[in-house]
């Protein structure tokens, strides 16, 4: 394997790629025999944790009856009734297998309905690998030209250069910038995480979502929200319910199914079935296969209000201990978001607004922190993100607390 890995964001910066063997509720085991408490938790998916009971229950029987048919099945259309009866603006959806493919299909959808070709996307948000979108995304702020009028920054050899012209891409967070070029009426679609969660856990400022949301119907743009992390994780029906603002479209995957490869395109009936009978085409050998529908209705059916208030709980009580910690240590850091996902960014002594702010954070000093996390028992993310799952308790909070203690004060010494 070219690098000994299967994905480059998982080219760990240190110590090395681990090898698991296996993984059980908050908890990762290696082939060395280390247990990790496990806050990457597959980088989003697991709500649930790690091997969840009534997920494994409904797989198994599932593959029972069969692996792929190619045609529709009764558990595919449970999994999306659930999916319309969770997320506010789904009057229709699609599943697709990963979280690019149906950014991709939401992006098609807009130019189609529009008849317009350029995507306004934010410096910062991800929304996948492929060449179109992947502009902007790794801080590197030396060539993105003023805060104001960012330069798209390429974002990996080998990508296709033209694709920036069917691109527009701005500082998110700032309405009078975006206002001021959905005005000129050529933007097919905004696409955007409406918390910035791949990078930070940055929330939209007050009436940022609902300004961006006139702005968009005003000029006939599509709404576009990358529900891929913040989806089922941050509310059962994602950051649109949580914010109460309605995208035209958005997309899902991550949280959805727990960590089978699933992900979902939903909203307008009229753009949804632009699919059906309006030419915009639509694939996927893999999409609603039966085993991943059957994780995806297990857990859409665990998503309770009491799993909500059970993580809200641990997740409060941890990044409070963070900042109890940095701060008798002296330790300049800010630790913002939300209690199932959360931000941690040494050097930083206010919160992030975008992802300029979020570039200033120290980060070898946070690398050195995950790393001696890592030897203390605890697996995060080095780019700063916590994803907490409903296995996370109190006993495990204590853990974290005590590991983050003990590696603050080894790395001040
Ligand atoms: N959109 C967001 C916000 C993401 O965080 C990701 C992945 O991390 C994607 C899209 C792409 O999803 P996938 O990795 O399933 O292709």
Request: negative net charge; glycine residues 10%; aromatic residues 8%.
């Amino acid at each position: 394997m070219s690098g000994g890995v299967n994905s480059n964001f998982r080219l760990n910066i240190s110590p090395t790629p681990l090898v698991f063997e296996r993984g059980e509720g908050a908890y990762l085991y290696d082939v060395d025999g280390n247990k990790l408490i496990d806050y990457y938790l597959g980088m989003g998916p697991m709500i649930l944790g790690h091997k969840p009971q009534a997920l494994v229950d409904a797989v198994k029987s599932q593959i029972d009856s069969g692996i792929l048919f190619a045609g529709q099945t009764a558990i595919e259309a449970e999994a999306a009734r659930l999916v319309c009866e969770l997320v506010p603006s789904a009057e229709r959806m699609r599943f697709g297998s990963s979280g690019s493919e149906v950014d991709q299909a939401a992006m098609r959808l807009a130019r189609a309905a529009t008849g317009r070709t350029k995507v306004l996307k934010f410096e910062g948000h991800y929304h996948g690998w492929f060449d179109n979108v992947l502009w902007s995304t790794a801080p590197a702020l030396d060539a993105a030209g003023p805060a104001d009028a960012p330069v798209p920054v390429i974002g990996s050899k080998g990508q296709l250069k033209d694709t920036a012209d069917t691109l527009v891409v701005l500082p998110w967070n700032n309405l009078e910038l975006l206002t001021a070029r959905l005005a000129e009426g050529d933007i097919a679609a905004v696409i955007m995480e409406a918390a910035m969660c791949n990078q930070g856990a940055v929330h939209p400022l007050p009436g940022y979502l609902e300004g961006v949301r006139e702005a968009c119907t005003k000029t006939g743009t599509i709404l576009i929200f990358d529900e891929v992390i913040t989806g089922f994780r941050l509310a059962p029906g994602g950051a649109q319910e949580l914010f109460g603002v309605t995208p035209d479209l958005s997309t899902f995957g991550k949280a959805i199914a727990n960590g089978f490869p699933v992900a979902a395109i939903a909203g307008r009936a009229d753009l949804m079935d632009m699919f059906t009978s309006g030419g915009v085409v639509h694939g996927g050998t893999y999409n609603a296969q039966p085993i991943a529908m059957a994780a995806t209705a297990a857990t859409l059916k665990s998503l309770t209000p009491a799993l909500y208030k059970k993580i809200g709980v641990a997740g409060t009580a941890l990044q409070d201990g963070f900042r109890e910690i940095f701060a008798s240590a002296g330790v300049a850091a800010s630790v913002v978001g939300f209690p199932q996902v959360f931000h941690v960014a040494l050097g930083l002594d206010k919160p992030a607004r975008d992802f300029r702010d979020l570039a200033k954070m120290n980060r070898p000093a946070y690398i050195a922190l995950t790393t001696a996390l890592m030897y203390r028992g605890v697996r995060a993310l080095e780019r700063g993100a916590w994803f907490l799952s409903s296995e996370h308790d109190a006993g495990v909070i204590n853990d974290t607390l005590a590991a983050m203690r003990d590696a603050v004060r080894e790395l001040k010494a």
